[in-house]
């Protein structure tokens, strides 16, 4: 499956963003999709995740109540809302998609090297 990432930008801390994430080529309601973010100087991090039919939500602590993920199998496309913007969620942004076949659960789901798909990234940028 190819995956686009788009939405980034500036924004002034407090601010909204959304980020979309374009799937295509395989049946996009077989895959787990979920977003990671690298930030300057940091290691690729973990940030939310769906399930295929958008059942369950799994989020990282620190954007609980803040960030949203969804998605739209009609369409093919993930997104995440970010509302509440933080300095400290300045990254880039990354989509992610697996089938996870042999394994289900929010401990796998948070794993980026189970994740054998990824979108090219898009920078988000938090200003103080």
């Known amino acids: 499956v190819q995956l686009q990432a788009s939405g980034g930008g500036l924004v002034q801390a407090g601010g909204s963003l959304s980020l979309s994430c374009a799937a295509s080529?395989?049946?996009?309601?077989?895959?787990?999709m979920a977003w990671f973010r690298q930030g300057p100087g940091k290691e690729r991090e973990f940030v939310a995740a769906i399930t295929q039919r958008g059942y369950s939500t799994y989020y990282k602590d620190s954007v609980k109540g803040r960030f949203t993920i969804s998605r739209d199998n009609a369409k093919n496309m993930v997104y995440l809302q970010m509302n509440s913007l933080k300095p400290e969620d300045t990254a880039v942004y990354y989509c992610a998609a697996d089938r996870f076949q042999y394994y289900s659960g929010s401990y796998y789901y948070t794993k980026d090297d189970l994740y054998d798909y990824w979108g090219q990234g898009t920078l988000v940028t938090v200003s103080s």
């Open positions: 080529g395989r049946t996009f309601s077989d895959y787990v």
